[in-house]
Each structure stands twice: as C-alpha cells, then as structure tokens.
C-alpha cells in the first residue's frame, strides 16, 4: 500500500503570464506554504510581470520575490517539476494545445476576466486586479479546503471543475 502524497506542485496558466498566473502563483505559495509549490507559465509571455499585479500581491500582503513571466516550455521539460495540478486561468490558454505534462496532471479551467485588458481610470484597473486577486484568492482557499489525500481522482476532478465555476 502507498502512503498518501503529502505534497503537490500545481502550474497556474495564461497567456502572457503577466497578472492572473502570477497572483495565483503568488497566493497558493503563500497559502499553501509547506504542502503545495505553486509556478506559473504562458505559452507566449511577455516577459514582465505586470506592475498593477506585483503591488496587488504586495498590498495583500504575500512576497514577491521570484516572480517573473515565463514560457509553458519550461515546465515540460525533462527536469521540469512533476505536475500534480494544472489550471488555466484565461480562456486563451485554455483554448490552447498546452505541452505535454510529465505526470499526467489533474486540469481544470478557472476562467477569470483578463485584469491586463481593462482601460479606464487607474482607480477602475485597480479594481480589476483587486477583483481578479479576490477570485484567484477564494478560488485557491476552495482548492485547499479539498482533502486530496483521501479522494479518488474522479472526485477530485469534480472538485476542481466545480471550483472552476464558483
């Protein structure tokens, strides 16, 4: 018998893995500190973090050291991390072929508007990563809420589908 996996790696996805990845990323390293690593990746980033997503990280509290925008490439490569979890955050990844994963991951789509994408006043796209922060933040709460230890894989993925959806 195998004892129960008492640690997960878990890849947050999007295109340009500017904003939503990475306030994912940040969150669950934060909140899932000791029993999940999280990364993030785009299949085309750009390269810089947003400036808008790196103070909405800061104001909540949570480091931001380390983080940088980063192809999905190096997470299928042969010394990349086993994936445990991946979840795609922007419906472009989503609708993407992402790289094969070793590990045969668990996936789900946790759609959450584009924060990058919103024009307006500085107040109005403050408010849109702070919006986007606070889905990603009860979305993630909800992850870690789930006992993975003692599901089955199809209850899991139920799980993961309907977070998704919250």
Known sequence: MTSPQTHYNVLFLCTGNSARSIMAEAILNHKGRGKFTAYSAGSHPSGQPRPEALQQIESAGLPTTGLRSKSWDEFAAPNAPR?????TVCDNAANEQCPYWPGQPMTAHWGIPDPAAVKGTPEEIAR????????????????????LATLESMAIQRELDQIGRS
């Open 128 to 147: 849109a990563f702070s919006d986007a922060f606070s889905v990603l933040d009860r979305r993630i709460g909800l992850f870690l809420s789930l006992p």
């Open 83 to 87: 994936l445990d979890f991946v979840f």
